[in-house]
């Protein structure tokens, strides 16, 4: 298959058990394998004191959660050499953005006394739709929302002043790594949209006090997952806050929009961070969610594990996805019925614009044609099957039909009216 799509392409990935690696992935395996990484915190640590020139990580109680993240890096036998070069430089990069966070907060101790007004909050299962409604809701430029260029580097340094060869450094960044991304798995784009300039996770920001359920896309991580499920996650929401904090401090305004599927199985240290919030929570069945998750694991193998298993995603997704809708289904009720709208997957396809409107109209934001039609013009111009789909099969790929997947997942369905959506 080509590395690049023609409009509207439709890519059937046929070999997902043996997969056929390019020159450019091979050179990546090469290129990393001659690499080596220290996964302790102390080594981290001090590549992020090196690298900043500060010292002062705030509240130490974050190491722990670090120190068991690195140790899921080793546990995980099957992760690649670009696996372990990419995560490397993700650790390194969170504890040099803390370092940067608490060093600007030492200096304007302001920040910590900016209100977070009534932010728009997106939750829901992931791949069900919740990326494209940010990036959608984000288009209207009286709400302020995280762009991946910022989130990755969310306190600029000198360096990352515009000059007269660069206006956004920053930026320049993270195209040189989405492009080095895009070259290594040119069909992840049509999976998941992303580009520098698309609308991060605010889950960004919980990684500088290292928690979160991110690292669970990246590791297989049953030991962090079980830990994180099973302690309070204030802390991590309240780093949350002072990030957006410390980002509306240095642009405004301050009327976010954010969104992470975490926070469907967090709702009620959710509601306590973010207390006057407009929570929109979507829903769509849990098959089609799994399966587009399945597969982005399945392909993104390739260059991320040394075994391509099918058996690896499906044995830890399904249950992560179930114990994720449980907890909704436990806590759902905790947030206020006049400052929460739940999504319907099915009928945001057939007429988002009531939606929308209803959004609004619980965010108390006036939803005007003008700005009405600016959503609009982001809809089409990031409609993801006008620029390439990717075919998901389960039987094929997982052994396993939509059906046996769905019989774990009744107790969502008899709590929120899902329509089933995978035959």
């Known amino acids: 298959m080509g590395e690049s799509a023609r409009l509207g392409e439709v890519f059937d990935i046929v070999d997902m058990h ?5 020159e450019v992935q091979q050179a990546a395996l090469t290129q990393a394998a001659q690499m080596q990484f220290d996964f302790t915190s102390e080594a981290i640590l001090d590549a992020a004191r090196t ?9 130490m109680d974050f190491v722990e959660r670090l120190d068991l993240w690195c140790q899921c890096v080793k546990d995980d036998a099957f992760l690649s050499p670009v696996s372990h070069a990419a995560l490397w430089m993700m650790f390194v990069r969170y504890a040099s953005d803390r ?3 608490e060093d600007i907060c030492k200096r304007h101790p302001e920040i910590l006394d900016i209100q977070i007004d009534r932010p728009i909050i997106v939750a829901g299962p992931p791949r069900s739709g919740t990326t494209h409604l940010l990036g959608l809701l984000s288009a209207d430029t009286r709400l302020r929302s995280l762009p991946w260029w910022e989130a990755i580097a969310p306190v600029p340094t000198e360096a990352d002043a515009p000059n007269p060869a660069d206006t956004n450094p920053r930026r320049s960044r993270a195209d040189a790594g989405w492009q080095q991304q895009d070259a290594m798995m040119p069909l992840f784009k049509y999976m998941h949209e992303f580009s520098p300039d698309h609308i991060s996770e605010d889950i960004e920001l919980q990684a500088l006090d290292f928690s979160s359920y991110l690292i669970e896309w990246m590791v297989l991580a049953p030991r962090w997952r079980d830990f994180y499920l099973s302690h309070d996650q204030t802390g991590p929401y309240a780093y949350l806050k002072k990030g957006l904090q410390v980002l509306t401090f240095l642009k405004g305004p301050n009327r976010w929009v954010i969104k992470c599927p975490q926070h469907m199985e967090q709702l009620p240290v959710l509601q306590k961070t973010f207390p006057d919030a407009t929570y929109v929570i979507t829903h769509r069945d849990p098959v089609g969610s799994i399966r587009s998750t399945l597969s982005m694991w399945l392909y993104a193998a390739r260059i991320l594990r040394t075994k391509t298993d099918p058996q690896e995603p499906k044995a830890y997704w399904i249950d992560r996805y179930k114990t994720l809708l ?11 019925p006049a400052q929460t709208i739940d999504v319907y997957f099915h009928e945001w396809i057939k007429n988002p614009d009531a939606i929308l409107h209803e959004i609004y109209r619980k965010a108390g934001i006036t939803l005007d044609d003008a700005t009405l039609a600016t959503l609009h013009a982001y809809h089409a111009d990031h409609d993801p099957a006008v620029k390439g789909r990717v075919v998901f099969n389960l039987e094929r790929d997982f052994a396993i039909t939509a059906d046996e997947i769905r019989q774990d997942f009744q107790f969502y369905f008899d709590r929120f009216p899902v329509e089933r959506e995978v035959r």
């Open 18 to 22: 043996a997969p056929v690696l390019s």
């Open 51 to 59: 690298g900043t020139g500060l010292s002062d990580f705030g509240a």
């Open 99 to 101: 370092l940067r966070v």
């Open 326 to 336: 449980s907890r909704c289904v436990r806590d759902h009720d905790c947030l206020p």
